[in-house]
């Protein structure tokens, strides 16, 4: 009887997709050794615990490792000319993340390290919410690789392939994220010199990064071994030729700063009209259009375009560098006027109702709490609970969709930082007011750019009932109401989750995008008998649930129901990328923190029904 080879056993027990006893149990069983690899591969594949990408690699099907240093490989997630990007795992860190592996045939290749070399550098230096965080860079075994956030999103080229173009709202976001992350990069010396729709990815919470350093030159601070070492010589050319300034097309190797405001503007006509500003003609021809011909008007593809809008996309993408936008800065100050106005049609906001209010009070004095308590009860906040410490706070916010959280600045057993960045990032709560309260003088301004960041406000104690009253309704108006979506009222919508409170909060959140038609199941047992007997256009599923929980109707959907193509959106508190994994490998449509918050949402609905 064979047995699993030392090799394979060594790397399923690396991955931690099965355990040690598990392992000796298939090798009790009396099969071949291929039999018993490719059998149990098959079973951990068909239960969510391996994909299939890690199956290949395992079974030798496809070349290449399963581990690159401390990074387990999960799936591939895109190819560049320069290496593959694959979602991986941190095995201790448990962290989830994409890594960029050098392609074998350049490993040799000293030109292709040092622009791979050269794309580390810039990343190393660049830390800004606009810009994929780099964590880690090195070389093992199979070369070098750097490792970088791993973005739950689509870049918007996939999006502009399903939803055809965006609005001028949506655009003009867009265009300012981004702008924001480049006068950034430019002010660290880096250039891009890539931007494009590919290039920009935009998360579940509509966050907007810029990816793709392989091409960003670095202005200043660099320090080289050799003066002929730098990798773009006059003369060469690259970039990607639709959104390429004529400059950069003559010589990639003498361009500043102005060459990704061109860029910008190219993406910004492609977004606004769903395709690039030259499409006549093969890649020369459009190269010489770039440099000679006038820019294609964006009223002739959108009658109602604002003419400010036009302005600036004109004077972003003019071919003259001196009649150009000299900075990022320039660019965000003319949009400036243009994001308020459209914020104001697109968003108007209601009347704040204190009544229908959640409040959380973080105050580890117990007198301090129930003053502010009774505070909030005065200006009409009925609920309100109250916590002796920032992780009390945080595991409430677990089971309770709250409104405000009122914190002391100073709390004995977390930092503000890290309590800011779990409840933003990591829960995405989005939606809940952070307010902090301190008698202490205002933060520095390194704390007070996290606040600003993050929507955090400050209010300064000692304060009176109307001080508190004001600040919150303050807050409140500030929240935009974002229009409802249309088409979404006639589509049927099955809400599961043993929790009634939450069953409740999804169908707020929903009703609030413009859905109106509901069923609801308290697990899966239930949603099983209604998906048997009624159709709907989509499911909103807990992950933890008695009888049988959200994996298992999920299986049940994907396998056994006659609505196998329904969109299941899962919402779950659970962070253990393993186990998320499962949930990816059943088909889910999309994971949902806890929080279920409506910007969140709003984003996933929309991609979800582009």
């Known amino acids: 009887m064979d047995t699993l080879n030392t090799r394979t056993r060594q790397q399923l027990l690396d ?30 594949v068909q239960d969510g615990r391996m994909t299939a990408f890690q199956q290949r690699r395992l079974l030798s099907v496809e070349e290449g490792p399963l581990f690159v240093g401390q990074y387990l490989l999960i799936d591939r997630i895109g190819e560049g000319g320069m290496g593959t990007v694959f979602r991986g795992l941190h095995r201790r860190m448990q962290r989830m993340v994409a890594l960029k592996l050098l392609h074998p045939k350049q490993q040799g290749a000293t030109d292709s390290i040092d622009r791979f070399l050269q794309e580390v550098r810039a990343a190393g230096r660049l830390n800004h919410p606009n810009i994929i965080a780099a964590y880690d860079a090195g070389e093992c075994d199979c070369g070098h690789f750097l490792v970088m956030e791993y973005v739950d999103g689509a870049d918007f080229k996939e999006i502009l392939s399903q939803s055809a173009r965006l609005n001028v709202t949506q655009a003009i976001d867009v265009i300012r994220q981004v702008a924001k992350g480049l006068q950034y990069a430019h002010d660290q010396g880096v250039i891009h010199r890539d931007i494009k729709p590919a290039n920009l990815m935009r998360d579940l ?9 392989g091409l960003a030159r670095l202005t200043s601070g660099v320090e080289w071994d050799d003066p002929d070492s730098q990798l773009t010589q006059a003369g060469m050319v690259s970039g990607t030729v639709d959104y390429m300034s004529p400059e950069q097309a003559r010589d990639t190797s003498t361009v500043d700063i102005r060459t990704d405001i061109y860029s910008l503007g190219a993406t910004l006509y492609h977004l606004l009209t769903g395709q690039p500003m030259f499409t006549s003609g093969a890649l020369m021809d459009r190269l010489i259009s ?34 150009r936008f000299q900075s990022m800065h320039e660019v965000l100050e003319a949009l400036k006027p243009m994001a308020g106005q459209q914020s104001t049609s ?30 909030l009860n005065e200006v ?25 959280l009122l914190s002391s600045y100073n709390l004995p057993d977390i930092s503000q930082r890290e309590f800011v960045n779990h409840i933003r990032n990591n829960m995405k709560w989005l939606s809940t007011a952070i307010v902090f309260m301190t008698s202490d003088e205002l933060p520095d301004a390194t704390a007070m750019r996290l ?20 600040k919150l309704h303050a807050i409140a108006q500030a929240t935009p109401t974002q229009p409802q979506l249309a088409g979404f009222d006639d589509l049927h919508v099955l809400v599961v989750d043993d929790s009634l409170v939450w069953r409740r909060r999804v169908q707020e959140v929903l009703t609030e995008l413009g859905f109106a038609k509901f069923q609801t199941a308290k697990d899966g047992s239930e949603a099983v008998d209604l998906l048997a007997s009624q159709t709907f256009q989509l499911v909103v599923t807990d992950y933890n649930m008695p009888n049988m929980n959200g994996n298992e109707l999920l299986a049940h959907i994907r396998r056994d129901s006659d609505q196998r193509d329904v969109p299941v959106i899962m919402v779950t508190t659970e962070h253990d990328p393993q186990k998320l994994m499962e949930v990816y490998q059943l088909g889910v449509s999309a ?13 996933i609905v929309i991609q979800l029904f582009a």
């Open 290 to 323: 770039h440099r000679t011909d006038a820019r294609p008007a964006l009223k002739d593809m959108i009658p109602d375009c604002p003419a400010e809008l036009e302005a600036i996309y004109q004077k972003m993408a003019a071919v003259d560098l001196d009649q």
């Open 591 to 603: 994971v949902c923190n806890k929080s279920f918050d409506p910007a969140l949402v709003r984003n």
């Open 205 to 213: 919470s509509g966050t907007v990064k810029i990816a793709d350093l």
């Open 451 to 470: 606040l600003n960041r993050n929507s955090v406000h400050i209010v300064s104690k000692p304060f009176s009932r109307h001080q508190l009253q004001e």
């Open 380 to 404: 009409g906040v009925e609920d309100v609970r109250s916590c002796l410490n920032g992780r009390e706070a945080l595991a409430l916010l677990q089971t309770l969709p709250a409104d405000f």
């Open 346 to 375: 697109a968003a108007g906001s209601t009347e704040w109702n204190p009544s229908e209010s959640v409040a959380i009070v973080v105050e580890n004095s117990r007198l301090q709490a129930r003053v502010v308590e009774k505070m």
């Open 15 to 44: 991955s931690g997709i099965v355990s040690a006893d598990e392992l000796d149990e298939l090798n009790a069983a009396p099969h071949e050794e291929a039999s018993v690899i490719r059998d149990l591969t098959e079973s951990l």
